[in-house]
């Protein structure tokens, strides 16, 4: 049973516009949550993260929300570059337990 | 500083053998856990070793064990290897067991 899900494989944006990923959760005593960035032959790097007790955190040209109620959280990059092409885990933890990963979406952004 | 580093990078072994993987974890950090990362999947949480005891467990059998040395490095070791035990093993190290954790660039092992 998936805990963490991102139902998106795969995302294609142009250069300049909002990248949005998504990710749901369905165990809801999950209270923080992550989003990883991974290049090919690189670890996962943490990019963003949001508590249970907030609904919007900002970093730069990255902003994570997170709805409670519907057990959804995004992550918005703006404007999107070349660069930010990578694979994007979201993860989740609760108090002590280990992280539990989505499957990942690949974000191509298009020049 | 010097980050996580992982080793080897690539390796082949046949079913039923078994391999030792190594991580180097980040200076300062005294927390090493082990991640299966298996092809289209997300990272799978292994184990996790803290101070050289091992501080979590995830729902990997007992032919995935490991070990943590006095400088924090870490070992996992797999015995009898499956083909589904082809994956990408990712070691990540945190200076306490609730911090951030920063990734190794993983070890690629292919069982035939």
């Known amino acids: 049973d998936q805990q963490v899900k991102q139902n998106s494989p795969s995302l294609s944006v142009q250069e300049g516009r909002i990248s949005i990923l998504n990710c749901d959760y369905t165990?809801?005593?999950?209270?923080?949550f992550l989003w990883y960035k991974k290049y090919p032959a690189e670890g996962p790097t943490f990019l963003i993260s949001i508590s249970s007790i907030k609904d919007k955190n900002e970093d730069g040209r990255f902003t994570v929300f997170l709805n409670k109620s519907a057990k959804h959280l995004s992550l918005h990059i703006v404007p999107s570059q070349p660069g930010d092409s990578a694979v994007y885990f979201c993860a989740a933890s609760s108090g002590n337990t280990p992280l539990v990963f989505g499957k990942g979406t690949r974000l191509s952004v298009i020049a | 500083e010097t980050g996580v580093t992982q080793s080897p990078t690539h390796l082949i072994k046949t079913r039923g053998q078994q391999v030792t993987l190594r991580c180097s974890s980040q200076?300062?950090?005294?927390?090493v856990s082990w991640y299966q990362q298996a092809l289209g999947q997300g990272p799978q949480f292994i184990f996790q070793y803290y101070r050289e005891e091992e501080n979590g467990r995830g729902n990997f059998p007992p032919r995935f064990s490991g070990l943590q040395f006095p400088n924090y490095s870490s070992e996992l070791n797999v015995n009898a290897l499956e083909l589904d035990d082809s994956a990408l093993y990712l070691c990540a190290s945190s200076p306490e067991p609730l911090d951030e954790q920063f990734f190794g660039p993983g070890t690629r092992l292919t069982v035939l």
């Open positions: 165990n809801s005593m999950f209270d923080y």
């Open positions: 200076s300062g950090h005294n927390t």
